[in-house]
């Protein structure tokens, strides 16, 4: 009797122990489902590998972006965004956004003028005084796309150079067949830049 009863107490605990394995491994499946969920359909986790976007962000700064800021509205101007690189498809590049869908955009004397403005756009983001590539410009923004500069103007590569870019990979072989690639269309944006993580923290409230 004894004994039978040490044999039924061995086996309860051998089921709890089975339980209490599976209840553990059940969690670990759960956590990575939730994990992959976040990565591809919520966050974006992005590590900065430029100086482009400084002093926003600098050269191996973590960030986090938000895959679903843009699920009910489109991006609004001066919004840091991640997008696919027009010219390669595939690239994730970070920059702000300038000029939204239809507007007119000119680049004069190191300012920035919407839609022939008497008034430039407020940048008081802009590291340094804006010297290269700061004249001469007027962008056209089609309807389903966005004008996207860096706030590092003197060092970033951004829609100024992006048409240039496009002749010298190949992609394209005249200006006019380049000009598209000078734009961000809307399905190639991933998200918005909300916080950096590392190596401080920092929540992008007002940028």
């Known amino acids: ?18 339980s209490t394995l599976w209840e553990f491994i059940k969690i670990i499946i759960t956590a990575c489902i939730v994990a992959l969920v976040l990565n591809h359909f919520v966050i974006i986790n992005a590590v900065i590998p430029s100086e482009s976007m400084e002093n926003l962000l600098q050269i191996d700064d973590r960030i986090f972006g938000n895959r679903l800021s843009y ?31 239809g507007e007119t955009v000119e680049i004069r004397d190191a300012k920035i003028y919407i839609d022939g403005a008497k008034e430039p756009l ?15 410009y007027v962008f056209e923004v089609p309807e389903d796309s966005y004008l996207m500069l860096g706030d590092n103007r003197n060092w970033s590569e951004d829609a100024r150079s992006w048409a240039e870019c496009a002749i010298e990979e190949g992609v394209a072989s005249t200006q006019e ?10 399905d190639t ?19």
């Open 1 to 18: 009797m004894e004994k039978e009863l040490e044999k039924k107490e061995n086996e309860q605990k051998e089921e709890k122990k089975g």
């Open 71 to 101: 699920l009910f509205h489109g991006p609004e101007r001066y919004d840091v965004v991640m997008f696919k690189y027009p010219v390669d498809g595939e690239t994730i590049y970070i920059k702000r956004v300038i000029g939204l869908p």
């Open 122 to 136: 407020k940048e008081n983001y802009l590291p340094e005084e804006w010297v290269a590539r700061s004249d001469g």
């Open 177 to 186: 067949e380049a000009l598209p690639y000078t734009y961000v269309h809307k």
């Open 189 to 207: 944006i991933i998200g918005r830049a909300v916080m950096k993580y590392y190596p401080h923290f920092e929540l992008f409230l007002n940028i």
